[in-house]
């Protein structure tokens, strides 16, 4: 049987959805922005960011998706935005 490829589910669709990952490796340091991944959502977002970014032993990662995040140091611009 061939494979299918549902390009809206395994690649995002028509518009890429992106995830910022934060992660720290005890509970003494803060969490600190390690990275970003693209995803079509967030349980796939979680799968991407422990495979891109599984070169230490974190004790906490987190993904938030980039617009749920509020820029207020450049507001009204669109510094959020990513170019792939």
């Known amino acids: 049987m061939k494979k299918v490829i549902d390009r809206r589910l395994e ?3 028509d ?3 992106f995830y910022e990952v934060f992660a720290r490796r ?3 340091e ?3 922005h390690i ?3 693209e995803a079509p959502n967030e ?3 979680e799968a991407r ?3 891109v970014y599984d070169h230490h032993t974190w004790r906490e990662m987190c993904i938030v ?3 749920a995040i509020v820029t207020i140091t450049e507001r009204g611009s669109k510094s959020k935005v990513k170019v792939v």
Do not use: M, N, Q, R
Request: hydrophobic share 40%; no cysteine; charged share 15%.
């Open 26 to 28: 005890d509970s003494a």
């Open 43 to 45: 349980e796939l977002a």
């Open 35 to 37: 990275g970003s991944v």
């Open 15 to 17: 518009k890429p959805e």
């Open 30 to 32: 803060p969490l600190t």
């Open 65 to 67: 998706p980039l617009s």
């Open 11 to 13: 690649l995002g669709g």
């Open 49 to 51: 960011a422990w495979f």
